[in-house]
């Protein structure tokens, strides 16, 4: 089966970075995604990582380890626009699909 | 080019009732995917298809089905609604076999 944990909820300043954590088992592996969504809106894509390291977009970077099941995104220079939901997720491992399997999502708040 | 749209976007309907969902996808992308999103559950994968196929579903009753067109439109229904089907119903469409998905705005459903 496949299975991914994130923190609930976090809190950070404005201005400030935040490391968002991800965890999953998954009987094989194709890569991970990470989604920003803002309330009430559609999920916008972020960043995908299929080999392990640091992948850098601007004030946002992913990290994946495959040998810990683990991943991170790390937002710098924190924006009050930033406060949403992030999501990671998994491409279901095993036939021809585009299923995702997502965690339930990071809620952060960006306070000033 | 234009994103994924859902019609409509807003749906009230009450106990029993059926309900029809649209999704266009992305212009030449073949696969298109339907997510359910509670905020108890978050998003849990509904059905998958491609080039008018489905080729997987998620762990939902049979009251929940879907279909794809020729032009790859796709539409999901539910039939004999419950309260516990209110929720925002998420499209996504993808490229190519596997790869990033581009959601569309969602339909929230609220069945009374």
């Known amino acids: 089966g496949q299975n991914i944990d994130q923190p609930t909820e976090m809190t950070a300043t404005e201005g400030a970075i935040v490391q968002i954590n991800c965890t999953y088992q998954t009987s094989g592996f194709n890569g991970l995604f990470w989604y920003q969504q803002h309330a009430g809106e559609a999920p916008t894509f972020l960043s995908y990582?299929?080999?392990?390291g640091l992948e850098e977009k601007g004030r946002f970077s992913s990290f994946l380890s495959r040998s810990k099941g683990y991943s991170y995104l790390l937002l710098k220079e924190l924006q009050m626009k930033d406060s949403a939901s992030y999501l990671c997720?998994?491409?279901?491992?095993?036939?021809?699909?585009?299923?995702?399997?997502f965690g339930t999502g990071t809620l952060l708040a960006v306070q000033p | 080019k234009a994103g994924v749209t859902q019609t409509p976007r807003y749906l009230i309907k009450t106990r029993g009732q059926q309900v029809t969902l649209s999704c266009s996808p992305i212009?030449?992308?073949?696969?298109v995917s339907w997510y359910q999103q509670t905020p108890g559950q978050g998003l849990q994968f509904l059905f998958e298809y491609f080039s008018e196929t489905q080729r997987n579903k998620g762990n939902f009753p049979g009251r929940f089905s879907g279909r794809q067109f020729s032009n790859s439109r796709s539409e999901m229904n539910v039939s004999t609604l419950e309260l516990g089907d209110s929720a925002l119903y998420l499209c996504?469409?993808?490229?190519?076999?596997?790869?990033?998905?581009?959601f569309g705005p969602g339909t929230r459903l609220t069945v009374t």
């Open positions: 997720a998994v491409p279901f491992y095993g036939g021809a699909t585009n299923k995702l399997i």
């Open positions: 996504a469409s993808s490229l190519g076999d596997k790869g990033e998905q581009y």
């Open positions: 212009s030449g992308h073949r696969s």
């Open positions: 990582n299929v080999l392990d």
